[in-house]
């Protein structure tokens, strides 16, 4: 299984951007995904995710600013950020986990990371 994130960049504070997190493979099932950011020096912190059920998580800062979302059908996760301030800047990452398929009648957990992404927010 593999991930392909895209989106983020420079933006002014107020502004917004769409990440976007795609995963790949032979996936049976998918039992979260989420998005993660990290600034240097700081260790990584959830900024929101998604249950199978879709039940939400938020990290408070970002509640009522930023909104994740997904696609069952195309395997896709995105993060609409809106209302962003110099204080989100960070490199963002997707993390899905679930379960692949191994050959014709095994599977296997899976929990795997995006690249990361970059969003700078300018004051």
């Known amino acids: 299984v593999q991930l392909q994130a895209c989106g983020g960049g420079l933006v002014q504070a107020g502004g917004c951007l769409k990440l976007s997190c795609a995963a790949s493979g032979n996936i049976r099932t998918i039992n979260r995904m989420g998005w993660y950011r990290q600034d240097p020096g700081s260790q990584r912190e959830l900024v929101a995710r998604l249950s199978p059920s879709g039940d939400t998580v938020y990290a408070p800062s970002v509640k009522g600013r930023f909104t994740i979302s997904k696609d069952n059908t195309k395997n896709t996760v995105d993060l609409q950020m809106d209302s962003l301030k110099p204080e989100d800047t960070a490199r963002y990452y997707c993390?899905?986990?679930?379960?692949?398929?191994?050959?014709?009648?095994?599977?296997?957990?899976?929990?795997?990371w995006g690249q990361g992404t970059l969003v700078t927010v300018s004051s």
């Open positions: 993390n899905v986990a679930g379960w692949e398929l191994i050959g014709t009648d095994r599977q296997r957990n899976f929990d795997i």
